[in-house]
Each structure stands twice: as structure tokens, then as C-alpha cells.
């Protein structure tokens, strides 16, 4: 018998949003990306674009700032359809996109950063 996954869906990632979608705003994700639901972000201080995570970085994409709401495939260009929660809101950490090798310090740096900006990311959500 065959196994059938299913891909995470927006349900199993946000848990909790604010009403008259005051949790999300339209991004601008920059170039050179394929990312998927639930990827962590971080904005760009040149130019306030997003793109995925990266701890290692002194762009500004080091610090996590928001969650993807949607998968959004900008590998030709900058897309700017993509929506994010960006405050006031719980996430699944299971459902969160981290980068490849992250550590489990840099995972937790991360996640209160998040905490900061009002996304709390619950165990078990």
C-alpha cells in the first residue's frame, strides 16, 4: 500500500490571528527564492524585501521577523503577492520552516525574536 502525505496547510500553521486580518501584511519576497509555507523571514534593511532566515547573515535577515503565510516561488524575481503574519498571532512550531542548519541555539534566538514582534510560536499548537 502507498503512503499518502499531505503538505501542511495554513490551518496547521496559524493557530491564533487578531480579527480584520490586523496579524498579516503583504511582503515583498526577494529574488532568488522558493519558499514554502511557514518559512521563517527576515526583512532586509536596504530595501525591506524578505527572504528566509539566515542567522548568519548582517543584511537584517538575521533577525526573524515573520512568519509565510503562503508559498511563494520568487526564484525569477521579486514577487511582491506574499503574506505574512508579521504580529499578534500563534504559530505551530512544528509547522515553521527553518533553515537547513540551524542550530538549536540559533532556533531559540529566533523564536524570541519572533516573541518580540507579538508571534509566539507554541509547542503542540
Not at 501542511?8 to 493557530?15: I, P
Not at 526573524?64 to 516561488?73: F, G, H, M, N, Y
Request: aromatic share 2%; net charge negative; hydrophobic share 45%.
Amino acid at each position: 500500500m502507498s503512503v499518502i502525505t499531505n503538505e501542511l496547510t495554513l490551518g496547521d500553521l496559524l493557530k491564533y490571528e487578531e480579527e480584520s486580518l490586523y496579524s498579516r501584511d503583504q511582503v515583498t519576497v526577494a529574488a532568488g527564492q522558493n519558499l514554502s509555507l511557514g518559512t521563517v523571514l527576515g526583512r532586509v534593511d536596504a530595501n525591506g524585501k524578505v527572504k528566509a532566515l539566515d542567522p548568519a547573515a548582517t543584511d537584517g535577515t538575521q533577525i526573524a521577523t515573520a512568519v509565510l503565510l503562503q508559498s511563494v516561488d520568487a526564484t525569477t524575481g521579486d514577487k511582491s503577492s506574499g503574506i505574512a503574519v508579521t504580529r499578534q498571532s500563534i504559530v505551530a512550531h512544528h509547522a515553521l520552516v527553518w533553515p537547513v542548519n540551524i542550530t538549536a541555539e540559533e532556533k531559540a534566538t529566533a523564536t524570541a525574536q519572533l516573541e518580540v514582534v507579538g508571534i509566539l510560536v507554541r509547542q503542540g499548537a
